[in-house]
């Protein structure tokens, strides 16, 4: 799982909106994000200007990470490689094949020697790697959380990624119709009862955190330990994990909403790192699709047997709405 999948509590945090944008832009762009039904505050539960603009920044870092050109309504293809060479091009006859007319027939040959990848272009067909020119060699993957090569070829954008031990293509398209049909991120009205304090239970030093993903690979993240809130007249308890990449707490939780108006799998959010008497605050308004709500090019974990609350959070995401025909 690696960027833009997650979104963090600190928006700042690479984001491609300046954290000190002016007050009349941030609520400008709200008032684009209010033209979603329901992305408003509710009656009563009106935020102050503050918290407006505070909201419409997170969700500017947000759609940016769904439907900006390397966003997940972006992707168009995951090649999973086999040892030994692969062809690849837009013709039916290669063994990776990309989409027609957006690439070259024949775009080359990819080498697999365990974890390591080689690409060798087609004589006469232009390749770029991370925006310089490329002749043919080595490609850097996503293992270990490492910044992967980038290699551009006619439309498209090509990445290697590495999950427990599979490599694959990861096939971007700025024109792919999932993204220029892009329908927006429907959401539940902002309201102050989903901002609730949290106490952190620290887990043990170097525990960590299994997850199962929809590929069938596992991962295993650093576990910060189980946060523990009042909601809705009870106590609930939540795993989370240490986001390294994000500097914060991660979750993946479920609700009693899953298929009933919010993504079946459940969803992610972010919670600023514990005080020194491990507090911190779990705002529900920011709970987000998972990548795998947008595309089935995704890896996405699933979420903890433990982690799904007994009730309705209706606040955050709602399902998203695919464009006719995907």
Same mark, same amino acid.
């Given at each position: ?5 997650? @979104? ?25 994000? =209010?033209? @979603? ?29 769904? =439907?900006? *050109? &390397? ?47 080689? +690409?060798?272009?087609? $004589?006469?067909? $232009? ?21 992967? &090569? ?7 954008? @090509? ?28 959401? +539940? ?88 008497? &491990?507090?911190? *605050? ?16 995704? *890896? ?9 609350? $007994? ?16």
């Amino acid at each position: 799982m690696k960027p833009p999948s997650r @979104i963090p509590s600190n928006v700042a945090a690479g984001s491609f909106v300046a954290a000190t944008w002016p007050l009349r832009a941030l609520l400008g762009l709200l008032g684009l994000l =209010a033209m @979603i039904p329901g992305c408003t505050s509710g009656p009563g539960m009106a935020a102050s200007e503050a918290e407006e603009a505070d909201w419409a920044r997170w969700r500017a870092v947000r759609l940016e990470s769904v =439907a900006g *050109t &390397d966003g997940w309504a972006s992707l168009v293809g995951l090649h999973w490689l086999p040892e030994g060479a692969s062809t690849s091009g837009s013709r039916p006859d290669q063994a990776l094949v990309f989409p027609a007319g957006r690439a070259p027939g024949v775009v080359g040959v990819w080498h697999r020697r365990g974890g390591e990848v080689r +690409f060798e272009p087609s $004589p006469g067909v $232009p390749v770029l790697r991370n925006g310089q020119p490329f002749d043919g060699g080595p490609v850097a993957t996503d293992a270990r959380g490492a910044r992967p &090569d980038t290699l551009s070829v006619g439309g498209l954008r @090509i990445s290697v990624i590495d999950r427990d031990g599979r490599l694959g293509l990861r096939v971007r398209d700025s024109l792919a119709p999932t993204r220029t049909g892009f329908t927006g991120l429907p959401c +539940f009205g902002w309201s102050r009862r989903w901002v609730v304090p949290a106490r952190l239970e620290p887990a043990a030093p170097g525990a960590t955190l299994g997850l199962a993903t929809v590929i069938g690979t596992r991962e295993s993240l650093p576990l910060a330990g189980t946060l523990v809130f009042e909601l809705e007249g009870a106590t609930h308890r939540l795993q989370a994990a240490v986001d390294t990449e994000t500097d914060d707490l991660f979750v993946l939780f479920g609700d009693t909403t899953n298929g009933r108006g919010t993504y079946a799998a459940g969803r992610f959010l972010h919670a600023p790192k514990p005080d020194g008497s &491990d507090w911190t *605050t779990l705002d529900f308004n920011r709970a987000y699709n998972p990548p795998c709500a947008f595309t089935p090019f995704a *890896t996405c974990p699933r979420t903890p047997p433990g982690n799904h609350l $007994p009730l309705a959070v209706r606040a955050g995401e709602r399902r998203y709405r695919h464009p006719a025909g995907h």
